[in-house]
């Protein structure tokens, strides 16, 4: 069969007992189509500060830390979740660090929630500087472990819902000016 003929058979209109194509518009008594589901998410920006650099004069390796915690409780107050604070102890943190970030830099972390099991609960993380690129990438773990417990505890079904489809939440971002930092000192340049 040529090309000719088989674009002349697809275009041709469908018979009368012929099903809907992909492209047909939905039947007024169709159901709106579900939203797609998504874990919760958010994006936070902050600067270097000075008590963040090393003596090298670049972001100290232990900031990305404190980092993905602000953006994690940015996230948490978004959702409304603010009482699981005092209850979410790190059992796991990871980091790879790929670029150096200076002081007065505006940076960017990306949270997200890739898994919520039964009483854990796992982040990905992105750290980007001022030009976008990756500075740093890692996940962290949380346990969820309820006041006066002496291990873990199951996530409450509403959380444990809330945290898989609430999907990405509304940014923290800079607002004010870039201050005169965000590039490496004279000896580093």
């Known amino acids: 069969m040529s090309y000719t003929s088989y674009r002349a058979r697809t275009d041709a209109a469908p018979g009368p007992d012929a099903a809907p194509g992909p492209d047909a518009a939905p039947g007024p008594d169709a159901a709106p189509a579900p939203a797609p589901v998504e874990p919760a998410g958010v994006v936070v920006e902050r600067r270097v500060e000075w008590t963040d650099t090393d003596a090298a004069g670049h972001y100290h390796h232990s900031t990305v830390v404190r980092w993905v915690e602000a953006a994690e409780a940015v996230l948490l107050?978004?959702?409304?979740l603010s009482h699981l604070f005092g209850s979410t102890p790190r059992v796991h943190f990871e980091a790879d660090y790929r670029a150096r970030l200076w002081f007065g830099e505006a940076v960017r972390t990306e949270l997200k929630v890739t898994k919520v099991g039964t009483a854990s609960l796992h982040y990905a993380f992105t750290v980007r500087g001022a030009?976008?690129?990756?500075?740093?990438?890692?996940?962290?773990?949380?346990a969820h472990s309820a006041a006066h417990a002496t291990g873990s505890?199951?996530?409450p079904a509403e959380v444990r819902d809330l945290l898989?489809?609430?999907?990405?939440?509304?940014?923290?971002?800079?607002?004010?000016?870039p201050s005169a930092g965000g590039t490496p000192c004279a000896s580093q340049s």
């Open 131 to 142: 030009q976008g690129g990756e500075a740093a990438r890692g996940r962290m773990v949380i």
């Open 153 to 155: 505890t199951p996530w």
């Open 77 to 80: 107050q978004r959702l409304g």
């Open 164 to 177: 898989g489809t609430a999907g990405p939440q509304q940014p923290e971002l800079l607002t004010t000016a």
